[in-house]
């Protein structure tokens, strides 16, 4: 594609020949002839200038003080990530979206499926309610009683359960389990032999429009309410969400992030990867819960969290340097005793 | 149900209207006309005096203070959560329990099946033995030499491996994995092309009755001997439990916890969410493993631990204390040496 | 089997007699009459002294001092693992290897099958390439346009999406989802509903030859290059591996690690169980990264770190003997300003 009609479909700032033509997006120390390099982040910046891209999408505040540094052609866009977005949707053809019930899955007579529903081979769809667009891949299970929207993907062998309701425009990764019963037994029980036995739960699974799960992700059903995921919420790969949890719109929770039962993440919260909250603890809006964290008390709307237990971001960043300076503290502390000690001691 | 029965049912004391009707469970804060409101927790038991629920079912000994703050009837309970169990059964009809081997289902001709097993569309049953009463989810896989015993249920999607073995009443959650090779190399090999090969792992793995394990949890087969759950141990979503590893009776194992090759958990050890335990240590029997603790040295029976490396529970909340402390404490230190600075440096 | 023949089979030292019979290997605590122990690990080796088993294997170091304590006959060998895994080749028999296309597995059309490619029942193979003698276990995936290498094995439920390309020799784990998309949205975009708009994904996912991938592990495919997995690195269960990552050569990540987004683990690193790295970092060659923790800036090649963040192994290890006396610390400042304080306030 020329550049400068790529230009005109990302609306984005274009510096530099217009005529060359680029037919694939790479990283900026990836990128070669023919290529748009892409970088946006300070490290794949700092590399823009040593780039062999035949062109380089980057942030328009950085165009604005360093394209001159390029050494080739430069998109600068408001948008650097929506701008690659275009480019890839531009440049590539559109994956070829399967079609039609594939005679090798097993769909309930019962089951009511909107128009261009696909399914793939070897999936299983129950009494389920599919609307238009919707893809089910290979190997998945769609259970009695689940609610698909419009346009929503499971992915290949996605076990989305009993009841579980998605809206429309969502995302349900590979491997994903939707409507497992959460992890509560009756603890209290005096007969030890029933000691585990699970209290069945009552409450379902609703992910709202857009929302996106990721591979081999588990969400529980409720106790006594639903697991509820708000629209647009982003959540990763491995992560548990359990029993009864609540999690706002637009909330991100990246990797191996474990939300015990009952829990509220707030709309826009963001828990990096490996963070563990604590069962009945609270989130705030817009709140950021760092990597490895453990929540065990309520966060405050828009904090920033780290360490476990979970404080300050900034208090726990001093916290770690003088973690690693304790050694030197014990000896000055030491130094100052003996120093103390010998005067005391002299005294009559 | 008109609460005086349910209350009958349940076999609980009833504080309030017996002719009430009640339909539904709810948590305390959800329920309102005609559903029954479940409060337990000190953070549920907080709003019970503003439920709209048509009566709450508490537990006996807040019941015996606090029941007349309650705005409804009260089924005061000595076991909460076995009456929270016992109410479901008796609100709810019972989940039709799929019967027979679906047409679609792949069993092996040699497979040994019990009376009423169910085996669901897309599964591949080996020769395996099936118990009376067995379930196999849709698209599980239970592979030749399998044993399951009487009542148990496998999970949509889970994967039972070659010879594992599973006591009666157990459940295997969707996505399992039993029976996977462990992560056990030739590490010492001098020639680097053959520096991973696995170890053939000789050792199986075992389920005692009533073991629970979670979605898309591992439990990998033993290389020198059987890893072992005991009975009624609770193992939650996406742990992992490692070769040889050695469970107990009625241990708890929450979401994302990670034991490692070679070690043992004590019978009735609770180890919260994202816990992990090195390989070849011990965690004594009754044992309390905080939530991301690291254990890396043996805990001993009964103990209660947190931190990585574990430290005694308390130890370890006033270190975290003083933690945050830090800055203070190097400023209160420097402070000192200033003070104690000048004298010495005024001395002759 | 005859110890003698045995030893000669494993080329190790027998010490003992030779004409015993072994039939099976077990644990040094747990083997028996006609059963060969095996001991190499410190702790195995303490209870040494104490086995049943008819002879032991244990390493020649440990032999050459205390053969002589062994209640047994001796094998001694330079490489233990690697005489374990023989060992067990020569005394087990090869398990049955599966043979031939399932008839209930669906392989397309367009498929291109090498010799001996074993497919079990209900996987999906789409238009593939797959090399003389792989084996893809039953329910699993494998997708169009991509390419397994000869002799490689897919796990059951194994997801391998599509255009993935794996070497030779590989294990991919039960489960295990290989080339989903990543976690890029665009982020910047000013359209709250257009938020989560995931970035469609032109970089796939390539194993080399001998990679090994644990169960329910997933690899993510990359935004703008290969996520790429250098030669015979061996990846445990519940591990995540972000977008675009690059793992070394002979790397090892223990289980539950989790690796964010563009970073780099170096040939030869070993990350133990439950790590983090965070997006766009490197971990040196051979490098060492302690169980749980947290790596937020790069690691050099040979290092040893531990703690979140990271710093070296040894200074954690100080650091978390400090933290437990830094109650006793505060302790002994506050002795010693009160000390202080008395004398400086009876200044004049």
């Known amino acids: ?128 309610v599919l609307g238009d667009g919707v893809i089910i891949g290979p190997l998945a299970y769609v259970a009695d009683g689940v609610v698909i929207g419009a346009r929503s993907r499971v992915g290949p062998g996605a076990l989305v359960l009993e009841g579980v309701q998605v809206g429309a425009d969502a995302l349900i990764g590979p491997g994903a389990v939707l409507g497992d019963e959460g992890f509560v037994f009756a603890p209290l029980d005096d007969d030890a032999r029933r000691a585990n036995v699970p209290v069945r739960h009552v409450g379902g699974v609703v992910l709202e429009d857009g929302v996106a799960v990721g591979a081999n992700t588990c969400v529980d059903r409720g106790a006594l309410r639903d697991t509820h995921v708000g629209a647009h919420a982003r959540i990763d790969n491995l992560v548990q969400l359990g029993h009864d949890v609540q999690v706002g719109a637009d909330a991100v929770l990246v990797a191996q992030v474990g939300v015990a039962g009952w829990s509220t993440i707030g709309a826009g919260a963001v828990l990096a990867g490996q963070a563990g909250v604590k069962e009945r603890t609270r989130v705030g809006e817009r709140a950021r ?20 237990p979970t404080m300050p971001h900034l208090a726990w960043l001093k916290a770690m340097v003088r973690l690693q300076g304790l050694d030197a503290l014990e000896r000055r502390v030491r130094a100052l005793e003996q120093r103390l000690g010998a005067p005391l001691e002299r005294r009559p």
């Open 1 to 128: 594609m020329r550049l400068e009609a790529l230009a005109r479909a990302l609306g984005v700032r274009l510096l530099g020949d217009g005529d060359l033509e680029v037919t694939r997006v790479r990283a900026v120390d990836d990128a070669g002839d023919g290529e748009l390099g892409f970088a946006a982040a300070p490290e794949e910046l700092r590399t823009a200038h040593t780039t062999k891209a035949a062109a380089l999408l980057v942030p328009e505040g950085w165009a604005a003080e360093h394209a001159h540094e390029a050494p080739c052609a430069v998109l600068a866009a408001e948008h650097p990530a929506r701008a690659l977005a275009a480019a890839i949707d531009a440049l590539y053809p559109a994956p070829a979206a399967p079609r039609g019930v594939d005679p090798r899955a097993v769909v309930h007579a019962g089951a009511r499926l909107g128009r261009d529903v696909a399914v793939g081979p070897g999936a299983v769809v129950g009494r389920a």
């Open 289 to 308: 819960v760092g990597g490895q964290a453990g929540v065990v008390h309520d966060v405050a709307d828009g904090a920033a969290v780290a360490g476990t």
